[in-house]
């Protein structure tokens, strides 16, 4: 009988671009069949420490959290290069976090992460991502943390930057991107078909890059309004060669976040950087 697993990713337009060589069937899984689930990332972080399912998208906060259960992929990551998630006001707003009421997209986000290493005194109010924008605009936090494609849509909606924590934090660290979310596996999978799955999953990302329109245009129905121009942007900030693999750089970004987390308390132990495979 054929294996069977499931892959859970966010509705966003670069995972889906991401899981095109598989959605397309053109990936040869090796008679594993694969079914995906497509949930918010917040919703995704509290399915994890279920062990819900076997392959799932994670922010790199939550996988702090998970290492135990299981193992980061080798490839997969969406990281911010001198660009991430934005902290946003109304035009007539706030000029700054400290001291002040902002809108987040969840607790294990490495968005909130990131922004408690920019400051930390601040409230916090968790509201669903998509609706953070409108929240901010009708007067009920200060400011709102953008990920997906606010970051690109806020301007347009009347709201000012007041930081962009990729910007910040490539500042920070010397040029080092931000990482926001990684793939992981379920470690009692075991290794063989750890090996297995991990690699249709890199071949699925491959084909997608070696397909790119056609992907975009699979991934545009994923992105909740944003048009092709756009859509294209988003894929090309979130897909590249640092998701197809890690190397020095990412690692060296990943290794850095989970050491200044640990150190500032924000985490509750160091987390080894160590790839399934």
Known sequence: MPQRITV???P?????????????????????EVDQVLSDIETLNQAAFEGK???????????????????LLPHGASMGDNYGPIVVAREDGVREVKGRKIAIPGLLTTA????????????????????IEDFVLAGRADAG????????TYGDNGLRKIVDLGEWWAERTGGLPLPLGGNIIRRDLGPEMIRKVSKLLHDSIAYALAHRKD?????QQFGRGLD??????FVGMYVNDLTLGYGERGRAAVE????????????????????AG
């Open 145 to 152: 943390l953008l990920i997906h494609e606010g970051q690109l």
């Open 228 to 233: 092709k121009e756009k859509t294209d942007r």
């Open 256 to 275: 850095r976040l989970m050491t200044e987390a640990f150190e500032r308390g924000l985490i509750p132990h160091p987390v080894p950087v160590q790839f």
């Open 215 to 219: 992907a975009v245009d699979y991934a």
């Open 12 to 32: 966003d337009s670069d995972d889906a671009f991401m899981f095109y060589g598989l959605a397309s069937g053109s990936v040869d899984t090796g008679g594993i």
């Open 53 to 71: 399912y076997e392959v799932t998208a994670v922010s790199f906060h939550a996988y702090a959290h998970l290492a135990h259960k299981y193992a």
């Open 8 to 10: 859970a990713h966010s």
């Open 112 to 131: 909130y992460l990131a922004l408690q290493l920019y400051e930390k005194d601040f409230e916090h109010v968790v509201v669903p991502f998509d609706q």
